[in-house]
């Protein structure tokens, strides 16, 4: 076109202005991948330098968002062991208090014996004795009662801290619910906006090839069109990434990720085979 005639030089810099800055970005990308399979690498147990290829998810990233907070909140308290593990510690320290206040009772003790004697005239055939003994420690330095206080100290502290972690599983499960409603709502959002910039892009291109529009407008709708095409990756693995938090909020296991991994052996031109596996997100 400029060749012809029927653009102006500053359309071809500015062309040329955004070629450079999509290279800039490019560059800058590549970079940040490098550091992001480090940082998966490491952060699974394998070394820095293994090459990792994840897999695109195959399920839709817009899933349970439909989930209520009443259901969250049971299912999280029915699972999370940390909260069973309190429960049953409450469930011990009550058993503490039911036997130090038994202590401030009378013990009652059965005791008998039964004798048989063979081979004598004078001593009789059979013996049998039985009885019941009461022992009653009634001051014995008040330990008994200092024991039923004790235990019930420790009786209000495993109520307490029941407590504290039951409300904080439930304010974490909730957390998690409301950031994946607005991540999933967010990410319609998004995709409905690509859909409108895949479409702008689309006439400003028609309204270029007729010399009706501008180079500035074409790359102003090119830019937009990548830009939401970003936000919609952001938004899609932002879903995934709340999903994995309302799993670990509700006690559920965690779902593999599919990854291709290879690692270099040290030697120029040899790496060790490629490996595949599961690993948790």
């Known amino acids: 076109y400029f060749r012809q005639g029927l653009v102006g030089r500053n359309d071809v810099l500015r062309v040329e202005l955004g070629f450079a800055n999509a290279r800039q970005r490019v560059i800058q990308a590549n970079g940040g991948v490098t550091l992001a399979r480090a940082r998966l690498a490491m952060t699974i147990g394998l070394r820095a330098d293994t090459v990792i290829e994840p897999v695109a998810p195959d399920a839709d990233t ?23 593990e309190l429960a049953a510690r409450l469930e011990q320290a009550r058993s503490g208090v039911r036997a130090a206040w038994s202590r401030l009772l009378p013990q009652a003790n059965l005791v008998g014996s039964y004798q048989k004697t063979t081979g004598s005239s004078l001593a009789s055939i059979a013996g049998f004795f039985a009885g019941l003994v009461f022992t009653w420690d009634v001051f014995d330095w008040g330990a008994p009662y200092h024991g039923t206080v004790e235990a019930n100290a420790r009786l209000r502290q495993a109520r307490i801290a029941l407590d504290k972690v039951r409300e904080a599983i439930r304010l974490e499960t909730r957390a998690a619910v409301v950031a994946l409603k607005s991540a999933a709502e967010a990410l319609g959002v998004v995709r409905a906006a690509v859909n409108q910039a895949e479409e702008n892009y689309r006439l400003e291109s028609r309204r270029y090839e007729a010399r009706v529009g501008t180079s500035f407008d074409l790359l102003d709708a090119e830019s937009l069109l990548t830009q939401a095409r970003g936000q919609r990756e ?13 799993r670990r909020a509700m006690g559920e296991a965690p779902v593999e990720a599919r990854v291709s991994t290879s690692t270099d052996s040290g030697t120029p031109g040899k790496s060790g085979a490629a490996t595949s596996g599961g690993y948790d997100p």
């Open 62 to 84: 817009a899933g349970r968002p439909s989930i209520d907070f009443a259901a969250a909140e049971r299912q999280a308290l029915a699972a999370r062991l940390e909260f069973r």
């Open 234 to 246: 952001t938004a899609s693995y932002d879903v995934l990434i709340a999903q994995s938090a309302l």
